[in-house]
Every structure is written in C-alpha cells, then in structure tokens.
C-alpha cells in the first residue's frame, strides 16, 4: 500500500508516527478538511500532470484553482493532468492519496505560492484516509520540491 511507502519514506526522519489516519475519507479537501476539522484552505493538494512523456506534481491550497495561462507561462505548455488510470503508475499513489512524499524517482514537485500564506498545512500521506500536519519549512524538505511557482488563481 502507498501509506506504508510514505510511512518508511517519513521513517528516516523519525516522522512516521506524525502521519494521521482516519475512519472517514480524507480523499477530497473538503472531506479531508472534515476529518481534520480546519479550513479547506490549509489542506495541501497534489495536483499530478504530464509534460510531454514526464509526470509532476503542484502541491496548492485547498481552495486554488489552476491558472491555465499562468500554468502555459511556466511550462511553456498547455496544463494536462494525468488520466485517472495514468496517476498511481506515473506518481506512485493512488487517486485520493496522491501527494509528493515516497513517489517514483522521475517526478519533479513544484510548490504553490498559494500555501505561503499558512504556518501549517495537510498533505495526504498516499492513501484516502491519511494526512501530515507540517510547516510550511518541513513541506519544502520532505517535498523535496523544485522551486516555488504561481499557477494557480482564486485562492487571493
């Protein structure tokens, strides 16, 4: 199961117990914001795409949308998410439990600037029941991430 990848992926920072499980699904922001009980705003999503044959992930605010001119800007292409049976296969996590911890060694993570504005965030831990609580800091190194960018809209 993708959980247990994320959770020997946290394990080598002594982090593994911090990831929350819950009886409810976590797999939407909104359910996920219900299970944790805070804004939906603070959960961090993992957005999967594809540029030409390579997959990334855009970790956003729960309430940002994709910017497609934005997104065109920084890519130099048109925004593509993954198809539903392309995200597990090209990421490593299942729909619902999809974020930047414990994925396949090709993926490249880009972080919002839509998540500055929180001291803390919720990413899934790869399954639809699962969650982090981390700062924004500990999201930068976990994520091991590429750059910050802007693509999204609607969150301001």
């Known amino acids: 199961m993708a959980i247990d990848k994320v959770r020997k992926y946290f394990k080598q920072w002594g982090m593994e117990n911090r990831i929350q499980e819950f009886e409810v699904s976590s797999a939407t922001v909104e359910l996920a914001?219900?299970?944790?009980?805070?804004?939906?705003?603070?959960?961090?999503?993992?957005?999967?795409?594809?540029?030409?044959?390579?997959?990334?992930?855009?970790?956003?605010?729960?309430?940002?949308?994709?910017?497609?001119a934005k997104f065109k800007t920084q890519f130099n292409t048109k925004a593509k998410m993954l198809a539903s049976d392309e995200v597990e296969s090209f990421i490593g996590h299942a729909i619902g439990g999809v974020c930047p911890f414990g994925i396949n060694e090709n993926v490249d993570v880009y972080l919002d600037i839509s998540l500055k504005r929180f001291d803390k965030v919720f990413p899934a831990c790869g399954s639809s029941n699962s969650v982090i609580e981390l700062t924004i800091d500990e999201l930068e190194k976990y994520s091991k991430y590429i750059e910050w960018i802007d693509v999204c809209k609607n969150w301001q």
Not at 38 to 50: D, G, H, V, W
């Open 33 to 68: 914001a219900m299970a944790i009980g805070c804004e939906p705003e603070r959960i961090a999503k993992s957005l999967s795409f594809k540029i030409e044959n390579k997959a990334i992930l855009i970790v956003a605010a729960g309430d940002a949308k994709v910017d497609n």
